[in-house]
């Protein structure tokens, strides 16, 4: 039997490799993003949704409910906004439309994703749905400080995604909800910080999504509700 697989936010680095490794592993793996664009690919299909735009997250997921993806991954999420305005070192410098919106972005879409997605998966075989979290929304973890809007912003994910695993198990008794921590991966979205990294430190996108893929397929329902990294290790609440 295809297996299925529905990539929301598809069109960036990580989300754009773990479309091509699915499909590369012979899933059926439905590619989202505002455009709708995707890979020439037998085993790829494309779909439109905006993150601003709840209707057509709903709408997406209508489209899926008659054939439901066993595999949801929201690759979602910032961490420099589209103006240049990055992650705060101090707390001088929050600014309080730039924290909405990354909480927005990274918080609440996810949100948006798993409300319309979760209830049209699976329930009477193994269903995963994995966010793109970060290790340094682990409050337990929190040695550095700063950063102020992009930590909320993946503790208030982290968070969700522990309820969303505590009330997805009273129905769907198979499935794991969970949060992936891919490391610093060569993306748009780590550009800005590459310079400083040690030697080996940054990973390619095609690395890091056979490392997610790899980590998911090891998990079980006993693990849903954490958050795990590239290796596999749970990161701290």
């Known amino acids: 039997m295809i297996r299925k697989a529905a990539i929301f936010g598809a069109s960036g680095g990580i989300g754009a490799a773990l479309v091509r490794h699915l ?58 906004l589209a103006d240049g305005t990055g992650p705060e070192r101090s707390l001088k410098q929050i600014d309080a439309e730039a924290m909405a919106r990354v909480l927005y972005l990274n918080t609440i879409g996810p949100a948006l994703i798993a409300k319309h997605m979760l209830p049209i998966m699976p329930r009477d075989k193994p269903s995963t749905f994995a966010a793109l979290s970060a290790r340094v929304g682990s409050i337990g973890d929190n040695r550095l400080g700063g950063w102020h809007s992009y930590r909320a912003s993946k503790a208030a994910l982290n968070m969700l995604i522990r309820n969303f695993a505590i009330e997805m198990g009273r129905t769907h008794k198979q499935s794991v909800i969970v949060g992936l921590h891919p490391g610093t991966v060569d993306s748009e979205l780590s550009k800005p910080f590459q310079s400083s990294l040690p030697y080996g430190q940054l990973t390619e996108p095609e690395d890091a999504a056979a490392n997610l893929i790899g980590v998911l397929g090891g998990l079980t329902p006993q693990d849903s509700g954490n958050v795990f990294d590239w290796k596999g290790e749970r990161i701290p609440d």
């Open 23 to 80: 499909a590369g592993e012979g899933w059926q793996v439905r590619a989202g993003s505002r455009s709708g664009e995707h890979p020439s690919h037998d085993q790829i299909s494309g779909f439109r949704f905006d993150l601003d735009d709840e209707a057509s997250i709903a709408a997406a997921a209508e489209t899926m409910r008659d054939d439901p993806p066993e595999l949801v991954i929201a690759a979602t999420g910032v961490l420099t």
